[in-house]
């Protein structure tokens, strides 16, 4: 049994294992593990805390995938609810659909009797205005609501390299069932009802119990358009280690052209239990990973890849 999650899946990976090692299967421990992350009001990019759209309103987006079966379940620019990942889980058992969004999706947590919540916390509030108030004016900043712009002043609030960040979770059962989960209150000052990569099952989230799982955090936009999980399942199908798969994907990111270029960081964990972390961020970034005869998480680098990154601000 083993776990691995993104650096700030520290405050789930230990729950998740327990869920495991109690019997529990991959898709519990997965949800187990980003449920204590979207509680965290101190992590601006995931649920409770996270940081906020154009508007100043959280929408938050989630996905969870079972690799035994590839259902999946996710939803996309929710508001006002504690646990969006859990509503995937939801919308996977419930529906015979994959993807709800806004007030669709809220409409069926309402249903299902999720908790309802102002996501939007006073430090994220600040940072919003703070943020804002360095490429407009007070003016604009409290007429935004009515103006047709948004689109350019979205160019200019959105910082790829500071603004995002996403929860990522993989997780191995004992019955050897992969299940793979992302959250994310997506890209500080995006577009209203703009989706990232994380509710995008074969974008920012893939499993398949066959050959592994892979999950992604960075500029969605990118794995959304290079098909980043799924590739990366596609080339452990063709025999290559999860390092080798990383670096891959990571070489596909980086022949996509146009104006708006980020980074990427990607988990794969493999049927087997081997794994890799990739980063075209910075050196330096870190993912974790727990197995079931270990008592504390390990941290391990990820592999730096540097990709083309440039944004085009008018
Ligand atoms: N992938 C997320 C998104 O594009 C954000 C991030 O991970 O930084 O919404």
């Known amino acids: 049994m083993i776990i691995i ?12 294992m327990e869920v495991l090692k109690g019997g529990g299967s991959a898709l519990d421990a997965v949800e187990a593990g980003i449920r204590l992350v979207e ?3 101190e992590d601006h ?10 508007l100043g309103t959280v929408e938050l987006d989630a996905s969870i995938m079972d690799g035994s079966t590839r259902m999946s379940g996710a939803i996309g620019a929710l508001k006002g609810f504690a646990h969006p990942i859990s509503i995937a889980r939801a ?6 659909h994959v993807l709800l969004v806004a007030e669709g999706a809220e409409r069926f947590a309402q249903e299902m009797g999720f908790d309802e919540r102002e996501m939007l916390t006073e430090a994220a509030a600040v940072a919003w205005r703070e943020k804002l108030l360095r490429v407009m004016d ?10 047709q712009d948004l689109w350019r002043w979205v ?3 959105s910082d790829p390299q500071r603004s995002g960040g996403t929860t990522n979770f993989i997780a191995l059962d004992n ?6 989960g992302v959250s994310t209150s997506g890209w500080f000052a995006k577009y209203p009802g703009r989706l990232g990569d994380s509710p995008i099952i074969g974008a920012g989230n893939y499993a ?13 936009e990118m794995a959304i358009r290079a098909g980043t999980a799924r590739s990366a399942i596609l080339y452990l199908q063709q025999g290559a280690t999860p390092e080798e798969a990383g670096r891959r994907v990571m070489e596909d990111l980086d022949t996509l052209g146009g104006p708006y270029l980020s980074g990427m960081n990607v988990l794969i964990l493999d049927a087997q239990g081997r794994h890799a972390g990739m980063t075209s961020h910075v050196e330096g970034r870190n993912y974790l990973v727990l197995t079931d005869i270990m008592t504390v998480p390990l941290k391990l680098p990820r592999t730096y890849i540097p990709t083309r990154q440039h944004w085009q601000e008018t």
């Open 45 to 54: 990019s995931v649920g409770l805390g996270g940081y906020p759209n154009l």
């Open 175 to 180: 019955a050897g069932n992969l299940a793979s």
């Open 138 to 147: 007070a003016t604009t900043l409290a007429e935004l609501p009515e103006r």
């Open 208 to 220: 398949d119990s066959r050959h592994g799982a892979a999950t992604c955090t960075g500029m969605g």
């Open 155 to 157: 160019r200019l609030s």
């Open 5 to 16: 999650c993104s650096e700030n899946g520290e405050v789930g990976i230990r729950t998740a």
């Open 91 to 96: 919308v996977l058992e419930k529906l015979p």
């Open 39 to 41: 509680a965290n009001a």
